[in-house]
T-cell receptor
Framework: GAVVSQHPSWVICKSGTSVKIECRSL??????MFWYRQFPKQSLMLMAT?????????EQGVEKDKFLINHASLTLSTLTVTSAHPEDSSFYIC??????????FGPGTRLTVL | AQSVTQLGSHVSVSEGALVLLRCNYS??????LFWYVQYPNQGLQLLLK??????LVKGINGFEAEFKKSETSFHLTKPSAHMSDAAEYFC?????????????FGTGTRLKVLA
């Protein structure tokens, strides 16, 4: 149980285009999902908290207009990287809160912006 | 404010030897504590967690960790390392009273298992 999927697993796009990443909780409902960014050989950096039916809460320093988050249902949250640039290239990981204390993580999406 | 320190960004052990990965935390309230493992180009997999109750927690793949409040530690151990244990390990802490459910991660420890 507690499986989280992400799609796509790998995406390459041109600079200036937008990319949408989906995060789904497959066997449970998640009122709260989280989006992280991970640079090579580094830890996870929390970007935002996504709550179903309400606006996302962004961490300090994260551009809300560049990283659009929508938590449309209890099993789906999306992250859209708008007008992507090479510096947005990274590994993006989502997680979903299960119960009152535990996050289960998706497999991650590697974004490469050319 | 909470923080997590993982001592040793790289740890090498021989196959069959004891694995000890260190995690110390700073928190003004009793925290929830987690260990996750990450294999290359993958997400994080929960190894074990401590919320309340028994301070010695057993997880998957033969790992266990002990919450020591007096030492503000939550070190991860495994009696006998296996080649498949080679991965990145992250310790995380959350504040159960914050209502945000957010984690603070340590910087990670890369475990190498030598044949």
């Amino acid at each position: 149980g507690a499986v989280v999927s992400q799609h796509p697993s790998w995406v390459i796009c041109k600079s200036g285009t937008s990319v949408k990443i989906e995060c789904r909780s497959l066997d449970f409902q998640a009122t709260t999902m989280f989006w992280y960014r991970q640079f090579p050989k580094q830890s996870l950096m929390l970007m935002a908290t996504s709550n179903e039916g309400s606006k996302a809460t962004y961490e300090q320093g994260v551009e809300k207009d560049k990283f659009l988050i929508n938590h449309a249902s209890l099993t789906l949250s999306t992250l859209t990287v708008t007008s992507a640039h090479p510096e947005d290239s990274s590994f993006y990981i989502c997680s979903a809160r299960y119960g009152t204390d535990t996050q289960y993580f998706g497999p991650g999406t590697r974004l490469t912006v050319l | 404010a909470q923080s997590v320190t993982q001592l040793g960004s790289h740890v090498s052990v021989s196959e069959g030897a004891l694995v000890l990965l260190r995690c110390n935390y700073s928190s003004s309230v009793p925290p929830y504590l987690f260990w996750y493992v990450q294999y290359p180009n993958q997400g994080l997999q929960l190894l074990l967690k401590y919320t309340t109750g028994a301070t010695l927690v057993k997880g998957i793949n033969g790992f266990e960790a002990e919450f020591k409040k007096s030492e503000t530690s939550f070190h991860l151990t495994k009696p006998s390392a296996h080649m498949s244990d080679a991965a990145e390990y992250f310790c995380a802490v959350s504040d159960p009273r914050s209502g945000t459910y957010k984690y603070i991660f340590g910087t990670g420890t890369r475990l190498k298992v030598l044949a």
